[in-house]
């Protein structure tokens, strides 16, 4: 079979696979970064340099990090939502495998994100970072 016949066949990766793949791949790094330093490291969110306050976003690679090497309490005090992002990210990578091996289509990521349950989630994580910039501000 010739490369371009097996390249017709395989389809393009979706979002949502993508999406899944860098989140693996994240979670990859985050198991090679070393903890002993990772709150001395660079502040890289453009929102924290500008304004000097959390995004929601804050603390996910160190909480991450803390994570993959089992420091629990560490990661849930970097972000409390470093765990849940993880285990969406975990399973989606399943369900993206699972449905690749079956030859199903990927489930679609905008669908998946507007689900109440994911609603719900996102609306605390949103509540939890304005009383994170409140406490940062008193």
Do not use: K
Not at 61 to 67: H, I
């Amino acid at each position: 079979m010739s490369p371009a016949a097996t390249a017709a066949r395989t389809p393009l990766p979706t979002i949502t696979e993508m999406v899944a793949g860098s989140g693996v791949l994240a979670l990859g790094v985050a198991a090679l970064l070393p903890v002993d330093h990772i709150e001395d490291g660079p502040i890289i969110c453009p929102f924290r340099r500008l304004t000097g306050l959390p995004c929601p976003g804050c603390g996910l690679t160190r909480s991450w990090t803390y994570l993959m090497h089992g420091r629990w309490h560490d990661a849930l005090w970097a972000n409390p939502f470093g765990p849940v992002l993880i285990a969406f990210v975990l399973g989606l990578a399943w369900v993206v495998v699972r449905n690749r091996v079956q030859g199903r289509p990927a489930p679609q990521l905008d669908r998946i994100l507007r689900h109440p349950a994911a609603i719900v989630v996102w609306t605390i994580w949103l509540a939890f970072a304005v009383v994170r910039i409140g406490y940062t501000i008193a």
